[in-house]
């Protein structure tokens, strides 16, 4: 469960940076909202899953998915470039985090 938690987690931290830069600033009301809730939202969910994981894999794993989701959403919807060395960076971090996945996810 506790890996639940730091996946939701990672995917309001790609919430919140796309927020970040639709706030134009925090020029925006709405987009500063969602920015601010968000990042709340995310940040709870991490604390959550470090209470049954390693800060070190658990903290990669959560700016991993924020990181690669965040790329992704802004080449698909916010006119980023989408090149052929992009997605081979994002595939190397998402192969990054499963790799942290295998390498063992229990607190001792």
Same mark, same amino acid.
């Given at each position: 469960?506790?890996?639940?938690?730091?996946?939701?987690?990672?995917?309001?931290?790609?919430?919140?940076?796309?927020?970040?830069?639709?706030?134009?600033?925090?020029?925006?009301?709405?987009?500063?909202?969602?920015?601010?809730?968000?990042?709340?939202?995310?940040?709870?969910? !991490?604390? %959550?899953?470090?209470?049954? =994981?390693? &800060?070190?894999?658990?903290?990669?794993?959560?700016?991993?998915? #924020?990181? *690669?989701?965040?790329?992704?959403?802004?080449?698909?919807?916010?006119?980023?470039?989408?090149?052929? !060395?992009? %997605?081979?960076?994002?595939? =190397?971090? &998402?192969g990054g985090v499963v790799l942290?996945?295998?390498?063992? #996810?229990? *607190?001792?």
């Amino acid at each position: 469960m506790a890996w639940l938690y730091v996946i939701v987690g990672g995917l309001f931290e790609t919430a919140f940076a796309v927020s970040l830069k639709e706030s134009q600033g925090f020029s925006r009301l709405w987009w500063t909202l969602s920015f601010a809730i968000s990042v709340i939202i995310s940040m709870v969910l !991490l604390g %959550i899953g470090l209470r049954d =994981l390693p &800060v070190g894999t658990a903290y990669a794993v959560w700016t991993g998915i #924020g990181a *690669a989701g965040t790329a992704i959403v802004g080449m698909l919807f916010m006119n980023d470039p989408a090149s052929m !060395l992009r %997605i081979s960076a994002i595939g =190397l971090i &998402v192969g990054g985090v499963v790799l942290l996945n295998l390498a063992g #996810g229990t *607190a001792h």
